[in-house]
């Protein structure tokens, strides 16, 4: 299996298990704080309306519940804000606690309503109902009024149950709250609230009469509309239904608990780590191989290689290695033998000018014309070789300067035929040319003729007298083909590898008449090259060889 694979299956596995388990653990502790949270929501609501109900139906007003909202706010948390129709907002937690009051929340608001729903028995069955609703009437608005009265006089009042569902309130503490009353300044007022035992003449008429009025419903809507009447007649004096509001915008919601979420994290880092070392075992035991031979091989150690038996990544890293220590060995050989082939080809010919020269100085030979052009023309060779090292150099270091144009390969190969005519003729070799028509190119036309200069130069080196040497232009595949041809020697198929090599030649020794200086060809190919183009070698031993250069044909204006 690949290494990319391997490691983005293992990443993948380690991201699925913490997300997994990251949105379990999320999705678990959120549901238990919700339902928590919900559960201790419902005790806090619950314990607001019940203690809020208790107060309207033990005090018989809303006076004072400010007290009781404070204490539940503190108690609960909860933002409560208190409101009824005729009074508006009677009390805000807010603003009793001391803090600026909040904007609400979005919760619906609760209903509270102390008033007692009674239930009166029909007509059907107790006769005398009206009468008994009329003075559960005038009982519950005597008792109420009183129980109020209590409330602002500072006593506290008992609320037991009476008959048909009529509270009745007493004075819990008549004569604690005489004595408190009278530590205050309060008696007068303690004193003041008398419950009233019998209401007036005229308002049990009223009573009466107003619950005779429900005898007319049918049976099952009168029982409905005794309690309307005794809600419709004790309005004036009970205690009206309170809205209650709680919550506000800006209420922090309970946090996620931290421990369970560490544990977890924990130990997916812990899986994280396992599978890194895993990891490193598999990618760091080749990598510190790597390491340790490519340091050998800084230190000239060019014979270092790696282990590379593995088809992932890693393995081809390391056949990749041993391919560029084999190469750099190879240019270092190369280098080596460069240098010795220099020596060689200079020591010689140096060596013979010494000689001369020495001769000279003693006397021994006389310095006559022919001497002196012999000479000259071993110079003109050391020259030669100097200078295509020189380009070549430029050349492979990618510096050699180039001037490139739009120009027309028929001249080109023109100018090579007409810059080697003298050479051709002096050798007994006929150079001619084969174009059809103007074949456009891009490049640098100066060392495109050199390039071909070399070719050609070669070719009439090798050519025996009487033979050819033919400079052929052809377009082919949105390519331009100069093909040299001539009819010479031909080369060995053993040799044709080693053509491009430097100072390499079949024939190893090297005249003033056909030897060259051993760079002509890999000048000539480092120049096609330069121009994305190739040489391409046919020959045959005792019938020729061809050289052809193909290189990209240029776009053609129209």
């Given at each position: 299996?690949?290494?990319?694979?391997?490691?983005?299956?293992?990443?993948?596995?380690?991201?699925?298990?913490?997300?997994?388990?990251?949105?379990?653990?999320?999705?678990?502790?959120?549901?238990?704080?919700?339902?928590?949270?919900?559960?201790?929501?419902?005790?806090?609501?619950?314990?607001?309306?019940?203690?809020?109900?208790?107060?309207?139906?033990?005090?018989?007003?809303?006076?004072?519940?400010?007290?009781?909202?404070?204490?539940?706010?503190?108690?609960?948390?909860?933002?409560?804000?208190?409101?009824?129709?005729?009074?508006?907002?009677?009390?805000?937690?807010?603003?009793?606690?001391?803090?600026?009051?909040?904007?609400?929340?979005?919760?619906?608001?609760?209903?509270?309503?102390?008033?007692?729903?009674?239930?009166?028995?029909?007509?059907?069955?107790?006769?005398?109902?009206?009468?008994?609703?009329?003075?559960?009437?005038?009982?519950?608005?005597?008792?109420?009024?009183?129980?109020?009265?209590?409330?602002?006089?500072?006593?506290?009042?008992?609320?037991?149950?009476?008959?048909?569902?009529?509270?009745?309130?007493?004075?819990?503490?008549?004569?604690?709250?005489?004595?408190?009353?009278?530590?205050?300044?309060?008696?007068?007022?303690?004193?003041?609230?008398?419950?009233?035992?019998?209401?007036?003449?005229?308002?049990?008429?009223?009573?009466?009469?107003?619950?005779?009025?429900?005898?007319?419903?049918?049976?099952?809507?009168?029982?409905?509309?005794?309690?309307?009447?005794?809600?419709?007649?004790?309005?004036?004096?009970?205690?009206?239904?309170?809205?209650?509001?709680?919550?506000?915008?800006?209420?922090?919601?309970?946090?996620?608990?931290?421990?369970?979420?560490?544990?977890?994290?924990?130990?997916?880092?812990?899986?994280?780590?396992?599978?890194?070392?895993?990891?490193?075992?598999?990618?760091?035991?080749?990598?510190?191989?790597?390491?340790?031979?490519?340091?050998?091989?800084?230190?000239?150690?060019?014979?270092?290689?790696?282990?590379?038996?593995?088809?992932?990544?890693?393995?081809?890293?390391?056949?990749?290695?041993?391919?560029?220590?084999?190469?750099?060995q190879a240019s270092e050989e190369r280098q080596r033998r460069l240098v010795g082939d220099i020596a060689h080809e200079l020591r010689?010919?140096?060596?013979?000018?010494?000689?001369?020269?020495?001769?000279?100085?003693?006397?021994?030979?006389?310095?006559?014309?022919?001497?002196?052009?012999?000479?000259?023309?071993?110079?003109?060779?050391?020259?030669?070789?100097?200078?295509?090292?020189?380009?070549?150099?430029?050349?492979?270091?990618?510096?050699?300067?180039?001037?490139?144009?739009?120009?027309?390969?028929?001249?080109?190969?023109?100018?090579?035929?007409?810059?080697?005519?003298?050479?051709?003729?002096?050798?007994?070799?006929?150079?001619?040319?084969?174009?059809?028509?103007?074949?456009?190119?891009?490049?640098?036309?100066?060392?495109?003729?050199?390039?071909?200069?070399?070719?050609?130069?070669?070719?009439?080196?090798?050519?025996?007298?009487?033979?050819?040497?033919?400079?052929?232009?052809?377009?082919?595949?949105?390519?331009?083909?100069?093909?040299?041809?001539?009819?010479?020697?031909?080369?060995?198929?053993?040799?044709?590898?080693?053509?491009?090599?430097?100072?390499?030649?079949?024939?190893?020794?090297?005249?003033?008449?056909?030897?060259?200086?051993?760079?002509?060809?890999?000048?000539?190919?480092?120049?096609?090259?330069?121009?994305?183009?190739?040489?391409?070698?046919?020959?045959?031993?005792?019938?020729?060889?061809?050289?052809?250069?193909?290189?990209?044909?240029?776009?053609?204006?129209?």
């Amino acid at each position: 299996m690949s290494f990319r694979v391997r490691v983005f299956a293992l990443i993948l596995l380690v991201a699925v298990a913490a997300t997994a388990a990251t949105a379990w653990l999320t999705l678990r502790q959120a549901t238990r704080q919700v339902q928590e949270s919900a559960a201790a929501d419902r005790q806090d609501v619950a314990r607001i309306t019940d203690e809020l109900l208790r107060y309207g139906q033990t005090h018989g007003t809303w006076d004072g519940v400010a007290g009781t909202v404070r204490t539940l706010a503190r108690d609960t948390g909860q933002r409560i804000r208190i409101s009824s129709d005729p009074q508006g907002q009677l009390a805000d937690s807010d603003a009793l606690l001391g803090r600026e009051p909040r904007p609400g929340g979005t919760a619906p608001p609760l209903l509270v309503d102390p008033r007692p729903e009674p239930a009166f028995p029909d007509w059907e069955f107790f006769p005398s109902v009206a009468k008994v609703t009329a003075s559960g009437i005038g009982d519950y608005v005597a008792g109420v009024t009183y129980a109020a009265c209590l409330t602002r006089a500072g006593h506290e009042v008992t609320v037991s149950p009476g008959d048909f569902g009529v509270p009745v309130f007493t004075d819990a503490g008549k004569d604690a709250g005489k004595e408190a009353g009278k530590q205050a300044g309060g008696a007068a007022r303690a004193g003041a609230c008398v419950k009233e035992e019998n209401p007036s003449k005229a308002a049990f008429t009223a009573d009466i009469e107003a619950v005779n009025a429900c005898a007319s419903e049918l049976a099952d809507a009168r029982i409905a509309c005794l309690r309307r009447t005794f809600a419709e007649r004790t309005a004036a004096v009970a205690p009206q239904p309170l809205t209650v509001h709680l919550g506000a915008l800006d209420d922090a919601g309970q946090s996620l608990a931290v421990g369970p979420t560490v544990a977890v994290s924990a130990g997916v880092a812990a899986a994280v780590l396992a599978c890194a070392l895993l990891l490193s075992r598999a990618v760091l035991r080749p990598v510190r191989a790597l390491t340790d031979a490519s340091r050998g091989l800084g230190e000239g150690d060019l014979g270092r290689r790696v282990p590379s038996s593995g088809k992932d990544e890693i393995g081809e890293l390391g056949r990749s290695f041993n391919r560029m220590a084999d190469s750099l060995q190879a240019s270092e050989e190369r280098q080596r033998r460069l240098v010795g082939d220099i020596a060689h080809e200079l020591r010689t010919p140096l060596a013979n000018l010494r000689g001369y020269l020495e001769a000279l100085r003693d006397g021994v030979l006389r310095a006559d014309a022919e001497l002196l052009d012999s000479l000259h023309e071993e110079v003109l060779l050391q020259q030669r070789i100097v200078d295509d090292l020189q380009d070549l150099a430029l050349a492979e270091a990618g510096v050699l300067t180039y001037h490139r144009g739009e120009l027309d390969a028929r001249e080109l190969i023109e100018a090579c035929r007409t810059a080697h005519s003298a050479l051709a003729s002096a050798a007994g070799v006929r150079l001619d040319t084969v174009a059809t028509g103007p074949v456009p190119l891009h490049g640098d036309p100066g060392r495109l003729r050199q390039a071909l200069s070399n070719l050609v130069g070669n070719a009439v080196r090798h050519t025996a007298p009487g033979g050819s040497v033919r400079l052929e232009l052809a377009e082919r595949d949105e390519t331009v083909r100069i093909t040299v041809r001539d009819t010479g020697s031909g080369i060995a198929a053993a040799d044709l590898p080693h053509l491009f090599d430097r100072f390499w030649r079949a024939d190893a020794a090297r005249g003033r008449a056909t030897g060259g200086s051993g760079l002509g060809l890999s000048i000539a190919r480092q120049i096609v090259a330069d121009h994305h183009g190739t040489i391409e070698v046919a020959s045959e031993v005792g019938v020729g060889t061809a050289f052809t250069v193909v290189l990209p044909a240029a776009q053609r204006h129209l």
